[in-house]
């Protein structure tokens, strides 16, 4: 396992099917500019958080992914607005409305009838 996706979470699909994954969560400059960029992969059930982001770009990356736009919800969760599925190297892509932020995992990692509902916050691994 990667040792930058320290935080635990767990995605809760609209049919209630709970997956557990690992978060990253970007927040300095620089780190929320590369994201992703020139990986070769991206970890299974891993993603990173972009808080306050409302535009994403996949300039320079090497694979697909999938991104959930998500906002705010209860303490410690974020709700899902939408899903977007195996978006393509070299685009930008726009926040829908509603959306505070975006996590983004490898191509795949969930099925576009089953979307993530909410995605409860991440707690620090000791």
């Known amino acids: 396992m990667n040792d930058r996706y320290l935080d635990e979470a767990v995605a809760v699909t609209v049919s209630g099917k ?6 990253h969560t970007c927040k300095g400059f620089i780190e929320r500019f590369c994201g992703l960029m020139l990986k070769r992969e991206v970890p299974e059930a891993c ?3 972009f808080p306050g ?3 994403i770009h996949t300039c320079m990356m090497r694979v697909p992914i999938d991104v959930v736009w998500v906002r705010e919800g ?3 969760e974020l709700d899902a607005v939408s899903l977007d599925v195996a978006l393509k190297p070299w685009r930008f892509f726009a926040a829908p409305r509603g959306a505070t932020g ?5 191509a795949g990692s969930f099925d576009p009838a089953d979307r993530p509902a909410e995605i409860a916050r991440p707690k620090k691994r000791k």
């Open 47 to 49: 993603g990173l958080y």
């Open 53 to 55: 982001c409302r535009s």
């Open 102 to 106: 975006c996590v983004e995992f490898r």
């Open 74 to 76: 209860e303490p410690g």
């Open 18 to 23: 709970r997956v557990p994954i690992l978060t």
